[in-house]
Each structure stands twice: as C-alpha cells, then as structure tokens.
C-alpha cells in the first residue's frame, strides 16, 4: 500500500485522520489494524516529505525575491561612482544670500 504520487498532502490528512478514527472507536479487528498502523505510517512519511519539499521551495522562492530586490552589480557601481557635490552647501548659501 503505497501512498500514491498524485496524493495531495490534503488527501493524505484526510485519510490519515480516518484511519485514527477507525483506531479509537476500539473496534477494528487486530488483523486490520496491523494494516490500518502501516497505512498510517506511510501517510506520515509522505507528508513529512511533502512538508520538507514545501519549505524547501518555499526558502528558494524567497531567496529568488531577495536576490531580485538587492540592487544589481551595475546600479551598485554606479551608486559608487556618484560623488557627492562638496560645493552643493556652498552654491545653496550663496543662492540665499543673494537673494535677501
């Protein structure tokens, strides 16, 4: 009984909790519930994979935006080579005075 590849992780849940159900009414027979433990585990093992897998991707798409939002090698350069107006302040004081 593996877990199917198209099962969502949704799916999983689902059948997961019925499973448990079925478990706490106390009136599987033991022979099913040897099956009903082993379809439990496999449910679990896949949705920790699908867990893992989602967080993965999830770190990636972030690392993706961060990288697209950090400002390119040329625009650094550029920020780099832009020299501020030392005499900016000065002309500015200037301006005022001459025009009081």
Known sequence: METNNNMTYQEAIKELESIVAEIEKEDIPVDDLL???KRSSELIRFCQTKLT???????????GLEKSSEPSE??????ENVQPDENLEENQ????????
């Not at 897998?53 to 690392?63: F, I, N, P, S």
């Not at 004081?93 to 009081?100: A, G, I």
């Open 35 to 37: 099956v009903k433990v």
């Open 53 to 63: 897998q989602t967080e993965e991707e999830v770190e990636k798409a972030l690392q």
């Open 74 to 79: 040329r625009e650094k350069k550029d920020e």
């Open 93 to 100: 004081q200037e301006n005022d005075s001459e025009q009081e």
